[in-house]
């Protein structure tokens, strides 16, 4: 077992990364950076300088601050010494990731930006069924409510923090993992609310017949469903890749097969094996997709919005 | 001599391309594709498609169209199998670009992402003198007009034109072949007219102490200037990267160097080495800097503007 710290105590850590940490047999949670956050039975820092002091025996930092803020924990981490995990989005630009990596790659340190989305159990079988069809057509639809995932959550809304693409980064990270070729955005479309800074739904077109349509103002069945038309018949993933059928029948896990980790314990299993290897793991390409709708989307204004 | 071809016949390419070609001792210009520009005494195509089957021996186009069309024509030349070399922005979104490169590097072409601003005179002995001094500060101001620079382009205010970055991307192309290290956007402030899509002016703070002002509504003396303070002293790169002072002693060529040829024609000077070898260059971090901008920036109302 490895120790490992996390920092930033908020919904996601408590919701996600505690449990996962709690159930795994490769780390051990040792300590927390958090202004107020805590987990029982751990050392709590509030101060992530006096964390890296006290406590240097600690190889790894799991970082689940919002984008914004996290680059500088993510800097002083790696001139620390220590391997660093990051949350998704993995920052809040794509040139201070990029300077993350080189900086890991000099340091010989691990770096892994993880995309949880990606470890849902449909979507390394959509990837292996797709490799060899050909496909037609892809609809990506994401609806949820922002008021029950985020609540009260403003920094989503300021700038850097991505607004719908927060939960449409998902989205792409799946596809990214499972079409067998390159897309590229030709045409978006945004809608910011009149009081806000980042989208609050947006429509987007891609290169290879893929549509996605985000929207953070659904309030009846949440919706995170991807369909793909090949020539081989239809398949889809639903429940944000947790389900998935092709041609309408479900596709389970195979019989006799291992069983699935839920996403978070898979990040960190993959996080335990890049340790191992002395290997790193920062796919922009998601990312890259959402800087693009941003550059080139074409921006409306939409109802104001408040939590 | 090799054969290119030349891909709208714009201000750029009659500006620029066309009086480097007609110089240039590498390359012959036997066709151009435009919707309705000619050079005189050069095979004149409307249809990008009709060319290509028409001229197979024409191994090298050069694409001078706005950015959002380009992508189309670059992929079906390199489809076609011939050279391809873009002018900047090399496209309206990164992943495009990505797919580009990957596509020549598959197919053994040349893509030649160009930035020609790197090429003034001043830009090469910049970097050198800054390689081994501490930089305490940089300082970007690059203020023009744009009625005179892009008289009725209304696709600069459209999504992808990039607005105030089109000159901006220039500062940013210098900035990054000088510096010494790794930079990334900070937080930026985006000022879009009322009835427009994209900025006109932009402030943005970058790490490592860079400050820029991009400002597309200067009607006085225009302004492309690069301060950078040092431990040594300051160096300032200005018209464009034609001047450069360190201290404010004029720094000239090289005694008995060799003159030093414009930015184009020193542009196709490097297509020629590069197809000669065999080899591509396509370095986005101008462009990442601008996703990034335009992805964190805090954007505020401006006044409407008419050209």
């Known amino acids: 077992m490895r120790d490992i710290a996390l920092v930033g105590i908020g919904k996601i850590a408590t919701d996600q990364h505690v449990p996962a940490l709690a159930a795994s047999e490769d780390w051990r949670l040792v300590a927390t950076v958090s202004r107020s956050g805590t987990v029982e039975g751990v050392e709590a820092f509030t101060d992530f300088d006096a964390f890296l002091e006290g406590r240097p025996e600690v190889g790894t930092v799991s970082l689940c601050l919002p984008p914004v803020p996290r680059y500088a924990y993510a800097e002083a981490a790696l001139r620390a010494g220590r391997h660093v995990m990051l949350e998704k989005p993995p920052g809040a630009t794509l040139a201070e990731v990029q300077a993350l990596a080189r900086l890991a790659d000099e340091a010989g340190l691990t770096l892994y930006a993880t995309w949880h989305s990606r470890m849902a159990p449909g979507v390394a079988p959509a990837r292996d069924w797709l490799a060899d069809k050909r496909i037609e057509r892809v609809a990506i639809d994401w609806r949820e409510d922002v008021r029950r995932w985020h609540p009260g959550q403003e920094w989503v809304f300021e700038p850097g923090g991505m607004g719908v693409f927060d939960p449409g980064i998902n989205a792409l990270s799946i596809l ?108 922009l390409a998601p990312m890259i997709h959402v800087a693009d709708a941003m550059t080139l989307g074409r921006r409306e204004t939409a109802r104001p919005f408040e939590f």
């Open 176 to 283: 990214t993992a499972i079409l067998p070729f390159d897309i590229h955005v030709q045409q978006a479309t945004l809608e910011v609310p009149e009081n806000r800074q980042t989208p609050i739904g947006a429509e987007i077109a891609l290169s290879g017949n893929v549509r996605a349509v985000f929207d953070w103002r659904h309030e009846g069945e949440q919706t995170w469903r991807i369909e793909v038309d090949t020539d081989a018949g239809r398949l889809t993933l639903s429940e944000g890749g947790h389900r998935l059928t092709i041609d309408g029948a479900e596709q389970g896990p195979a019989a006799g097969g291992a069983p699935i980790p839920g996403e978070y314990p898979a990040l960190y299993a993959r996080m335990a094996e890049l340790v191992g290897a002395g290997a790193s793991d920062v796919d």
